[in-house]
């Protein structure tokens, strides 16, 4: 190799892109595998070698995860929607507002406070579940979704990232001239701010709705044995017990997977530039 | 993570408008002295939401939590409730299960946390080529990301069945398995941690290879056309100029999958045939620590204990991610 080029130069060989068709393969499969078994009767699960083609009994299995008792998924996917709706929309605000003041406003304490959120970055918050869940049950929660929604209203990791946008897309000039035009701090967070970080709440709040709608353990201990779980608490309702029939499981499985699979599809490119841009700037 | 450590009084970039600094006008009109108020006070009204949800949920139960521990605090009987001294922290020295739950958290996050981050720098390095289709390749490797962990266990689990799985399956060609013999990947240590540091795998390697390659295409093009030169191959390019280039990403990536790595909950929760146990198999062959917080706090109800151990829990994964970053960095440092 004497040529001068850099990687991003270097047309992929041959190798490269088996390797990578091979890694897609196995980022896949798990996935292919969920809608062959939940497309299936239960003796697919135990075929050897495997049930490659799906069949055709997805209704049936689904009509089945949706009316067992001791289950509730449809109200899961209902109290899912909610919980991730109410919490990307609540991040979005409340991040960006803040976000906003410490890139753009002047005020005491300001270096002060931003490197409290830098350091609060990294925090392990699930270490502090028992002491969380005192405290929800202190103020009469506990077992509501307002306890599950609750922690997840706003994250450090939102104003960090809201800030280091809002530097770089908000030109200061923008933001004395309203104020020269005598604009409110209210008024140039509306028509200034707002409308140039609209690929920044686009990566933000298609971040936190999968990391919501995905979240196990906090909603595990507030729902748990409640007729209205999330829908990944009532997902291990429906793997527990000594009964546990796997095109059911894989059904209810691919029911909750499929609204995350359409967010990929819609907002891919914004959600692999927000995690490529968020390397560079950390 | 800079601009914000130690800024002196001279704002070059940032400069804003600063009230009562300029030229002092004679008579102030109620506009200007309401404009005067919003500017001075509603950078703090901006903030509070941040700061008074993230005080009342984040911060105050991470230190409210040093309190409980030192508690006996029990859910199913309040009365017990005062204080125990050290008695949870002694307790937690002698318990088995605990270092048991730190045996497993511990092999489960090494069998998972290297291959993860080798291939994912080997990806992004290929990623990082010029590609066809290069947009569906990295939507592609956020596959995992999106999917639910809970939904892909429950896949994972039927693969690594015992009797008719299809890792079974497979390794039956390698004659690593056979129908007379399968391996059980439920029954030991070492095949439940390779079941469950796959799951962990095929969940992250994608996403880290996109933070790796974001950092990558930053890497100025000179630098390769110099070492390409002096004839280094694509391999040793990687290793030799690519990683120590983007060594900061790197420690990014492993502070990362320490911190979450040591928590490891949701996996060998759902990998367990009885799944709300939090037992981690039969004789605990796999349960992690995170899962013996939950256990002791709600399925013994003893939450004093549980957070004696998540402190525990916490200092361990302090030190522990201390110690990646700055081994990491020496690691990344010995070039030139």
Redesign the interface.
């Known amino acids: 190799?004497?040529?001068?080029?850099?990687?991003?130069?270097?047309?992929?060989s041959r190798w490269?892109?088996l390797?990578?068709l091979l890694?897609?393969a196995?980022?896949?499969f798990?996935?292919y595998?969920?809608f062959v078994?939940s497309t299936g009767d239960e003796s697919a699960?135990?075929?050897?070698?495997?049930q490659a083609i799906p069949g055709n009994q997805l209704l049936t299995n689904l009509r089945e995860v949706f009316t067992l008792q001791d289950v509730f998924f449809s109200a899961g996917l209902v109290n899912s929607v909610i919980v991730a709706t109410v919490t990307t929309v609540a991040q979005l605000f409340?991040?960006s507002?803040?976000g906003?003041?410490?890139?753009?406003?002047?005020?005491k304490g300001?270096?002060a406070?931003?490197?409290f959120v830098?350091l609060?970055l990294?925090?392990?918050?699930?270490?502090?579940?028992?002491?969380?869940?005192?405290?929800t049950g202190k103020l009469g929660l506990n077992g509501t979704l307002l306890a599950v929604i609750?922690?997840g209203?706003?994250t450090?990791f939102g104003?960090f990232y809201m800030r280091q946008f809002i530097?770089g897309a908000v030109p200061?000039e923008l933001?004395?001239a309203a104020?020269?035009d005598?604009a409110?701090?209210?008024r140039i967070?509306r028509s200034v701010v707002l409308p140039a970080i609209r690929p920044a709440l686009a990566v933000l709040g298609l971040l936190t709705f999968?990391a919501t709608?995905?979240d196990?353990?906090w909603p595990?201990?507030q729902l748990?044995g409640t007729d209205y779980p999330t829908s990944?608490v009532a997902?291990?309702d429906l793997?527990?017990g000594n009964y546990?029939l796997?095109r059911r499981?894989?059904s209810g499985?691919?029911v909750?997977?499929l609204p995350?699979?359409v967010?990929?599809f819609l907002g891919?490119?914004q959600?692999?530039r927000g995690?490529?841009?968020?390397?560079?700037k950390? | 993570m800079s601009a914000t450590g130690s800024a002196p009084p001279a704002p070059t970039r940032e400069s804003t408008t600063e009230p009562g600094r300029g030229p002092r006008a004679p008579r102030l009109g109620w506009r200007d002295r309401a404009l005067r108020l919003d500017v001075r006070l509603m950078p703090y009204v901006l903030i509070s939401p941040f700061f008074l949800l993230f005080l009342a949920f984040g911060l105050f139960p991470l230190l409210f939590n040093g309190v409980v521990a030192f508690r006996t605090w029990r859910l199913d009987d309040p009365t017990l409730d005062g204080w125990a001294g050290l008695a949870n922290f002694r307790r937690l020295f002698g318990d088995d299960a605990f270092w048991n739950a730190l045996y497993n958290t511990s092999g489960i996050f090494i069998l998972s946390t290297v291959p993860q981050l080798l291939l994912a720098l080997i990806i992004a390095s290929l990623l990082n080529r010029r590609l066809r289709a290069q947009t569906w390749f990295r939507m592609g490797a956020l596959l995992p990301y999106v999917t639910p962990i809970v939904a892909s266990t429950l896949v994972f689990k039927v693969v690594f069945e015992r009797d008719h799985g299809i890792a079974n399956w497979a390794l039956s060609f390698l004659g690593l398995s056979s129908a007379a013999n399968p391996i059980d990947w439920h029954a030991t240590k070492t095949a439940s941690w390779i079941a469950i540091a796959t799951m962990v795998n095929w969940k992250w390697i994608g996403y880290n290879a996109l933070l790796y390659l974001g950092a990558m295409q930053t890497v100025p093009r000179d630098v390769y056309e110099a070492a390409a030169l002096d004839g280094a191959s694509q391999w040793r390019q990687l290793w030799r100029i690519t990683v120590p280039m983007i060594r900061p990403v790197v420690i990014f990536t492993v502070v990362l999958s320490t911190i979450g790595g040591l928590q490891l909950f949701t996996e060998p929760m759902l990998y367990d045939l009885n799944v709300q146990g939090a037992t981690g198999g039969s004789g605990g062959q796999w349960q992690t620590v995170a899962q013996l917080i939950y256990k002791v706090g709600w399925k013994d109800l003893n939450l004093g204990y549980a957070a004696a151990m998540s402190w525990a829990l916490f200092l361990i994964i302090l030190v522990i991610t201390l110690a990646n970053a700055l081994l990491t960095n020496r690691l990344g440092g010995g070039r030139k």
């Open positions: 190799m004497t040529i001068a080029r850099a990687p991003q130069d270097t047309p992929g490269t892109y390797f990578l890694m897609l196995f980022s896949a798990p996935l595998w969920m078994i699960v135990s075929k050897t070698p495997p409340f991040c507002l803040a906003f003041a410490f890139a753009k406003l002047r005020f300001r270096n406070l931003m490197v830098v609060t990294t925090i392990p918050n699930q270490l502090a579940v028992v002491a969380l869940y005192i405290l609750a922690p209203l706003v450090a104003v530097v200061d933001v004395e104020r020269v005598g409110t701090v209210t967070y999968v709608w995905n196990f353990q595990l201990i748990q990944m997902l291990s793997a527990s546990v796997y499981v894989l499985a691919l909750a997977t995350l699979l967010v990929l891919g490119r959600i692999v995690i490529m841009e968020g390397a560079v950390s």
